[in-house]
Nanobody, 114 residues
Framework: VQLQASGGGLVQAGESLRLSCAAS????????MGWYRQAPGKQRELVAA???????NYAEPVKGRFTISRNNARTAVFLQMNSLKPEDTAVYYC?????????WGKGTQVTVSS
């Protein structure tokens, strides 16, 4: 399974970004898809996830600002990030669970200036 993330960048506080992640390879049974982030000096944390049934889950700091979605074929997952804050600055990783195994993309940098 290969994951290719894109959409990161440098924005000012209050602006928006949309992250995309395309999955390819042996992805016949995707159990879930999600986005994690890791800020300098901190552990990687869950940002948002969506189950195979379409149930979404968000970390408290991003509720109401971020929206996770996927395409119908379940080969891509997206993260719409609105009202970005400097504390959202991190490397964002997409994650896919296939047959119970976690796969990770390389990460895309999101930097929010104040």
């Amino acid at each position: 399974v290969q994951l290719q993330a894109s959409g990161g960048g440098l924005v000012q506080a209050g602006e928006s970004l949309r992250l995309s992640c395309a999955a390819s390879g042996s992805i016949f049974t995707i159990n879930g898809m999600g986005w994690y982030r890791q800020a300098p000096g901190k552990q990687r944390e869950l940002v948002a996830a969506i189950t195979s049934g379409g149930i979404t889950n968000y970390a408290e700091p991003v509720k109401g600002r971020f929206t996770i979605s996927r395409n119908n074929a379940r080969t891509a997952v997206f993260l719409q990030m609105n009202s970005l804050k400097p504390e959202d600055t991190a490397v964002y990783y997409c994650n896919v669970v296939v047959d119970g195994i976690n796969y990770w993309g390389k990460g895309t940098q999101v930097t929010v200036s104040s």
